[in-house]
């Protein structure tokens, strides 16, 4: 197969994993930054050219999008949709996984658990709003934030109030969300490719820190997790349209709790920590997917 990595570094640990299992699997793959990929809408030859060159003949793509791409990601995945190129990811899905505010909508209206979060245009209101959530301690979030960039924990109400003010006047776009402290600063990411678990970690904050995230001095380790947990975050997937996903969860009082879904997971911390081959999972799914389309057609 000819097959497209859509990433912005080739020497990225993720992107170099996919490129590695996919020619491990004798297949043609080139890296592609997406940014220089331009589109020619058009009812009879729709294009993507890629550097001024018109991309052909490519079997499948596996977009790498990075959070301040959305957009133009979204755009071109949709591109290579309506040319009838395989995508790993599909437009919908990315949009909808990638707006915090909008995936905690879906799942929770599919009666999956998720934190507590309230938001609210207008700062006149934001005191008020502020007490619907039960804990004291608050995490303010921004929509798109990633990696745990543009996540603040505030330890109380007033502190709260203060740092939304803060975020509305640089006119970024945030929600508030109910602090779990029986999570002890912990949450386990459940990588799922194409319906099955592939690798289960749990991530632990650093001393004095809340956010688990592996950027932010994070820990992880191997661990095991219930049939619901598991049931749950396949579920949580599969409701948002990702073949290949990222779940992470957090262990609540309430039952496990999910904290968000990642469409374009990075394959570093989960292929590490469990010394899996999940870039070959991956690429294995394409493979049937594609011979599967082909039985059908």
Do not use: W
Not at 42 to 47: A, I, N, T
Not at 95 to 109: G, P
Not at 182 to 194: L, P
């Amino acid at each position: 197969m000819n097959i497209a990595v859509l990433s912005r570094n080739p020497a990225l640990y993720s992107t170099q994993s996919l490129v590695q299992a996919a020619r491990k699997r004798y297949h043609y793959v080139r890296v592609i930054d997406y940014v220089y990929c331009d589109l020619v809408i058009d009812h009879q030859h729709p294009k993507v050219l890629y550097n001024g060159q018109e991309l052909q003949n490519i079997d499948a793509i596996i977009p790498r999008i990075g959070a301040g791409y959305t957009s133009h990601g979204a755009s071109l995945i949709r591109q290579f949709e309506g040319l009838g190129v395989y995508s790993s990811l599909s437009s919908n899905a990315l949009v909808e996984a990638r707006n915090k505010l909008h995936c905690l909508q879906i799942l929770a209206s599919h009666g999956i658990l998720v934190p507590k979060s309230v938001v609210s245009n207008n700062t006149l209101f934001f005191d008020h709003i502020i007490h619907n959530l039960e804990s004291e301690k608050v995490v303010i979030k921004l929509l798109n934030g990633t990696h745990g960039l543009g996540v603040v924990l505030a330890h109380d109400h007033k502190q709260a109030f203060s740092i939304m003010e803060a975020f509305t006047k640089s006119k970024s776009k945030v929600f508030f969300q109910e602090f779990i402290k029986e999570a002890q600063g912990a949450d386990i990411r459940v990588f799922i490719v194409n319906g099955k678990i592939q690798g289960t970690m749990k991530r632990q904050a650093e001393p004095g820190e809340f956010r688990s995230n592996l950027h932010r001095g994070g820990t992880a380790t191997i661990v095991d997790i219930t049939d619901e947990e598991a049931e749950i975050a396949v579920r949580s997937a599969n409701i948002l349209g990702l073949k290949v996903a990222g779940v992470d969860m957090l262990r609540s009082q309430r039952g496990p709790m999910i904290l968000e879904v990642n469409a374009s997971p990075g394959l570093e911390g989960i292929e590490t920590t469990t010394r899996s081959d999940i870039a070959g999972e991956i690429i294995e799914m394409i493979e049937k997917d594609i011979e599967n389309i082909k039985n059908e057609s």
